[in-house]
């Protein structure tokens, strides 16, 4: 067995899927959704809200990672939090 010692970035266009699988849509996106957090846009303007994704943000960040993926959450109405 393997062990990962160290985090290294790797370009996506650089890899080749050894055993493709095809998925339908609803189970591709809820991959996309369990990798990216979800916030909103902080009334400042100037920042984001995190409304899903705190353990995958601090995993991130303890990874020395910079940026993260993210999906963006708009309220209902103007009353929303």
Do not use: C, K, W
């Not at 959704?33 to 009334?43: C, W």
Request: net charge positive; aromatic share 4%; no cysteine.
């Amino acid at each position: 067995m393997t062990t990962a010692t160290e985090v290294q970035m790797v370009p996506v266009d650089a890899i080749t899927v050894l055993n493709p699988r095809a998925r339908n849509r609803r189970v591709f996106y809820e991959l996309i959704t369990s990798i990216a957090i979800t916030v909103s846009r902080h009334r400042s303007e100037r920042g984001y809200d995190l409304v899903r994704g705190q353990g995958r943000l601090e995993a991130f960040v303890a990874l020395g990672q910079s940026e993260i993926p993210r999906l963006s959450s708009r309220p209902r109405s103007r009353t929303a939090l």
